[in-house]
């Protein structure tokens, strides 16, 4: 599986954009990135994912680099509430373990006022 | 819609104890997975079943934790006897079919034990 790395920590101020960076410099042609985040005492909730093209929804934008060996989770206008450890995580292929979710340590964002 | 549902929220137990934890997927998710987290780490997948069968159950310590999803819906995880090195959060999940690659995981709150 290829694997993502990610800052340990970040601090972003209130209402401001927060720009949580993710490497995946062994990434294959056909993995997706998914984000995902986790707030203290919740179980992780699915942010969003892509593949090649830059995809924005209702709690974020993700902007992958076109050679896809890193990408960017923007939250526009972060909140005391996206205080959370937020997880970068490149899907397998489907085939046996292979398509499953593997976690790393993620990046703790604490959002401050 | 109803999320994913597990009990207990906590758990203390003392070394050698059995434990059990159950979790009710988000209806109509044929996928569910049970992770371990251990304090500071990402969720670690221990098993994960397609309606009643097991996918995958590599990252299992099948000596002493077993789950079992009978009738494809509910599912219970059991660890017997249990070691300190098992207090973690044990997290449920489920999807609607692990065949589609861009499945979404929507996560249970988890249940904390605790082995003394």
């Known amino acids: 599986d290829a694997k993502t790395t990610q800052p340990t920590s970040m601090d972003c101020a209130e209402g401001r954009a927060a720009n949580l960076p993710c490497n995946h410099s062994t990434i294959s042609g056909n993995e997706y990135v998914y984000w995902y985040r986790q707030i203290h005492s919740q179980g992780p909730q699915y942010i969003i994912h892509?593949?090649?093209n830059n995809e924005t929804n209702e709690m974020a934008s993700l902007i992958i680099t076109e050679d896809r060996k890193s990408s960017t989770l923007i939250l526009p206008h972060a909140t005391l509430r996206d205080t959370a450890v937020y997880y970068c995580i490149v899907r397998a292929n489907y085939g046996g373990s292979q398509g499953n979710l593997i976690f790393g340590k993620g990046t703790k964002l604490s959002v401050k006022p | 819609e109803a999320g994913v549902a597990q009990s207990p929220r906590y758990k203390i137990i003392e070394k050698r104890q059995s434990v059990a934890f159950w979790c009710n997927p988000i209806?109509?998710?044929?996928?569910l997975y049970w992770y371990q987290q251990i304090l500071g780490q990402g969720p670690k997948l221990l098993i994960q079943?397609?309606?009643?069968?097991?996918?995958?159950d590599s990252q299992l310590p099948k000596d002493r934790f077993s789950a079992e999803r009978l009738k494809g819906v509910d599912s219970t995880l059991k660890i017997q006897p249990a070691k300190l090195e098992d207090s973690a959060v044990y997290l449920c999940?489920?999807?609607?079919?692990?065949?589609?690659?861009?499945?979404?995981?929507?996560f249970g709150s988890g249940t904390q034990l605790s082995v003394l």
């Open positions: 999940a489920s999807s609607l079919d692990r065949r589609e690659r861009r499945e979404k995981l929507f």
């Open positions: 079943f397609q309606n009643n069968g097991v996918v995958d």
């Open positions: 209806s109509g998710h044929a996928t």
């Open positions: 892509g593949l090649k």
